[in-house]
């Protein structure tokens, strides 16, 4: 007759066996939902901060990203660019929302190329802003991106047999320091809305110095044109 404590321990072992495959399961699918739900949790959040059209920071998550860099500049002078597609709403009249949708994100993509590594973003419709660090904010400087980021934006754009043109009315204005941010886009805001009323394909830069304290447009500060 077999052993009955013998028997016994083979019961209990395989148990513990089965046991541990069971324990070892739920563990790989706990991971595996565990990362499933970070996944989503990511994914949630850049949908929460990204444009979903064009894959670029929101206003919400530009202001955010700015404020951090002008944090971190060490009083190292940025940039603030907006710009503004000049007559866009006839690109949707005549050649339809898809037709749109493709000028925004190629405007998207040709100012991220030309920003490089600082940051841009779309804050809704067809008007864009960006942070660019330069090495000075004097006015040769200015006029110079300003000029290059207008070339950029204005070459043709493909879509199906239609080659598109379109151009962007584009404000410029020197920001220093997280509390002068609000204030320079104001000013590069107005700046740009300046240059779309003397017409399209046009740059204002607004070299005034930053006032913290003023947040509206300057009449009289000086500035420069192109065509």
């Keep these: 007759m077999p052993d009955p404590f013998t028997i016994v321990s083979g019961i209990c072992a395989a148990g513990a066996v089965a046991a541990g495959i069971q324990l070892r399961q739920r563990a790989v699918r706990a991971e595996a939902r565990i990362e499933t739900l970070q996944a989503e949790l990511t994914a949630e959040r850049h949908a929460a901060s990204h444009d979903p059209l064009t894959g670029l920071p929101n206003r919400r998550a530009f202001y955010r990203l700015a404020a951090s860099l002008l944090t971190d500049a060490a009083g190292r002078p940025l940039v603030a660019v907006v710009l503004d597609?000049?007559?866009?709403k006839q690109v949707?009249?005549?050649y339809g929302h898809a037709a749109g949708d493709q000028v925004l994100v190629s405007v998207a993509e040709r100012f991220a190329a030309f920003a490089g590594d600082n940051l841009v973003a779309r804050l809704g419709g067809d008007e864009f802003a960006g942070l660019l660090a330069s090495p000075t904010v004097d006015r040769r400087w200015m006029e110079h991106a300003a000029h290059r980021l207008s070339d950029a934006l204005a070459a043709p754009i493909q879509?199906?047999?239609v080659s598109l043109r379109v151009t962007a009315s584009v404000g410029l204005a020197p920001v220093r320091g997280p509390a002068q941010l609000a204030d320079a886009l104001c000013?590069?805001?107005?700046?740009?809305?300046?240059?779309?009323?003397?017409?399209?394909a046009r740059q204002l830069l607004d070299t005034h110095p930053v006032d913290t304290h003023h947040f509206g447009p300057h009449q009289d500060?000086?500035?420069?044109?192109h065509r």
Excluded: I, Q
């Design 159 to 161: 879509h199906g047999t």
């Design 187 to 200: 000013r590069a805001d107005a700046a740009m809305y300046r240059a779309k009323s003397l017409g399209a």
């Design 221 to 225: 500060d000086p500035l420069t044109v």
């Design 92 to 94: 949707n009249d005549r």
């Design 85 to 88: 597609l000049d007559d866009f």
